[in-house]
């Protein structure tokens, strides 16, 4: 064998091929992967989901689909698969990426606008590391500027009398209306519902929104698109609020209250006579107050006469399809599903133990109550029929405000409770009672419906010695 001098020239020119196929190969391949990604996406909003779920663990992924606020497993596929889709999503299809490449071993965030079958939607992808070698991918689809036809507070599941608190409160010329809830509760969907309505009844009235980014197209509104993302993110939120501010609004709509500086200017824009709307994630009504004092909001300016036109919280439920509904009457029927939902017989007894409790003690029927199915049928996804709001409204009087400045939030409580307010757990249960929400869904959304009933010394040795109802006895 004999060896030979190569020319750099040649060794430089098929150095250059070869790296020419591979790119070619990679940008097929991503490509590819690209396109599978975003039908995936299509597919969940098909199904009605908010999220998408990517769960990498051991040899093999799971794919679930948010919906109607239950994951539903739709698909699994190889690890080294969702491995390379994932890189892809991240990598090339994000216009937005927090860090260089993708690196599945540490947290990333990465923003993708699309326009897919129609409907541009932002996607936001957040990744997490599992141990010992996985991680998740979870996907927030989020519509931008989708049209929503004519709904009413009523609607979205409020009850009368909190529709005519809500009411009240948009009939104030100022102060902030502030709607709280968790994620996925549709805090947005409330604003746009509040908002599209007054601005339909009083269109000589300038609303500006500031959001990230605008979910549902206002008429008549002027939406102003910011996206927040670290500190750059939220000094750019902070300076398209002071410039709307110069903008002569009669109204003001931020989309959610994240940190001290948007605080302290939705503050400045309610108390020079602003009327605003907003959103934060709270855990209750009365914790509304607790976060805004958190980011900055003092007690007594909270407790000024006007600063708030109302607090609402909420959750969603979903509704129960009649189509496969099962009556709690139906022994057999019933204790399949409790059994299936619930993972076992014992949790099953004591679900009923609780709602035997909560019937006697308020004098309701429940063996009127109807169980959702666990599969569903042709008319529903698992025995659901979309979503309904379950409320708690406050329309602060002069005591509440009084106790807000203070800082005395258990007596607030007491005093909103003796006056009318209603919990998110008795809205859900009168829901029940409807036949709107399954029983176990509503306990899987806001806690035991026996919450309901004022504890006192005797509660928990009066509901251990209630006998089951022997018609649905399991």
């Known amino acids: 064998m004999r060896i030979r001098e190569a020319d750099p020239g ?58 109607h606020g239950r994951l539903k497993e739709v698909m699994t596929w190889s690890f080294d698969y969702a491995h390379r889709l994932s890189g892809v999503a991240f990598a090339v299809t994000a216009e937005e990426l927090d860090g260089v490449t993708f690196n599945p071993r540490a947290p990333q965030f990465a923003l993708v606008d699309k326009v897919i079958n129609g409907t541009r939607v932002r996607l936001r992808l957040n990744s997490i590391p ?206 399949e599903i409790g059994i299936r939902r619930l993972g076992d017989e014992a949790a099953w007894k004591a679900a009923l133990m609780r709602w035997d409790f909560v019937a006697r003690k308020k004098g309701l029927r429940i063996n009127d109550v109807n169980l959702a199915s666990v599969d569903g049928c042709s008319k529903c996804s698992h025995g659901s029929n979309g979503r309904t709001v379950v409320a708690e409204v406050l329309i602060p009087d002069e005591k509440m405000l009084e106790m807000i400045g203070e800082g005395h939030d258990a007596d607030l409580l007491k005093h909103w409770r003796r006056n009318g307010g209603l919990t998110v757990v008795e809205h859900a249960l009168n829901k029940v009672v409807e036949g709107i929400v399954c029983p176990l869904v509503a306990e899987a959304g806001v806690g035991p419906l026996s919450a309901s009933i004022v504890a006192d010394d005797g509660y928990i040795a009066e509901m251990g010695a209630t006998p089951l109802p022997i018609e649905v006895q399991a």
Do not use: W
């Open 130 to 335: 599992a141990s010992p070698d996985g991680y998740d991918v979870i996907i927030r689809i989020l519509p931008i500027g989708q049209e929503q036809g004519k709904v009413s507070v009523r609607d979205l599941g409020y009850d009368r009398q909190q529709e005519l608190l809500i009411r009240s409160a948009m009939a104030q010329p100022s102060g902030v209306l502030v709607v709280s809830g968790t994620t996925g509760s549709g805090k947005s969907t409330s604003l746009n519902v509040l908002l599209s309505e007054k601005i339909r009844n009083e269109p000589s009235l300038k609303l500006i929104t500031i959001e990230d980014p605008p979910e549902y197209f206002i008429s008549g509104a002027t939406q102003v698109p910011v996206t927040r993302r670290g500190d750059a993110g939220a000094s750019a939120f902070a300076a398209t609020m002071r410039a709307v501010m110069r903008c002569d609004p009669d109204i003001i709509m931020v989309g959610e209250v994240r940190d001290e500086e948007t605080a302290r200017l939705l503050q400045q824009a309610t108390l020079t006579g602003h009327k605003t709307l907003t959103t934060l994630h709270t855990a209750g009504v009365i914790t509304i107050i607790q976060r805004l004092e958190q980011l900055g909001v003092e007690r007594p300016v909270m407790g000024s006469k006007g600063f708030f036109s109302g607090l609402i919280y909420q959750r969603l439920l979903g509704i129960t399809c009649p189509n496969c509904a099962v009556p709690l009457s139906d022994k057999t029927g019933a204790t």
């Open 10 to 67: 040649l060794l430089n020119m098929l150095l250059q091929q070869h790296q020419a196929r591979e790119s070619s190969l990679n940008n097929e391949e991503d490509t590819k992967l690209q396109s599978e990604f975003l039908q995936m996406v299509a597919d969940a909003m098909r199904q009605g989901a908010s999220d998408v779920h990517i769960e990498l663990h051991s040899l093999q992924a799971k794919v679930r689909f948010r919906i």
